[in-house]
């Protein structure tokens, strides 16, 4: 059974950092693209940022650019997200996601497997 379990969620004030967390287990994690994704109040969940199966290509959505960076360590099966220069704009229920395929995809459908989400608030 296919799990991913994301943390380091909570409240931040703008202008502050915050690392996220997701564990993964019941997969071989090294052969899996890794993504995050968040969902903001009333809006549909969008692409934040994915990493390559080795860890040596990423990509992220201009709005976190020089902000947000995404890490994995595949001995520890686990995928980050480091935030900084926090914005209230950044608010989200923050989703990792685990795509067999290679690509860097930003698009959801290609993601195979999800995690519960973690609660980022950002206040002003």
């Known amino acids: 059974q296919v799990q991913l379990v994301e943390s380091g969620g909570g409240l931040v004030r703008a202008g502050g950092s915050q690392r996220l967390s997701c564990a993964a287990s019941?997969?071989?994690?090294?052969?899996?693209?890794m993504g995050w994704f968040r969902q903001a109040p009333g809006k549909e969940r969008e692409f934040v940022a994915a990493i390559s199966r080795t860890g040596g290509s990423t990509k992220c959505t201009d709005s976190v650019k020089g902000r947000f960076t995404i890490s994995r360590d595949n001995a520890k099966n686990t995928v980050y997200l480091q935030m900084n220069s926090l914005k209230p704009e950044d608010t989200a229920v923050y989703y990792c996601?685990?795509?067999?395929?290679?690509?860097?995809?930003?698009?959801?459908?290609?993601?195979?497997?999800w995690g519960q989400g973690t609660q980022v608030t950002v206040s002003s």
């Open positions: 019941g997969l071989t994690f090294s052969s899996y693209t």
């Open positions: 996601a685990a795509d067999w395929s290679v690509l860097l995809s930003s698009t959801e459908v290609t993601y195979d497997y």
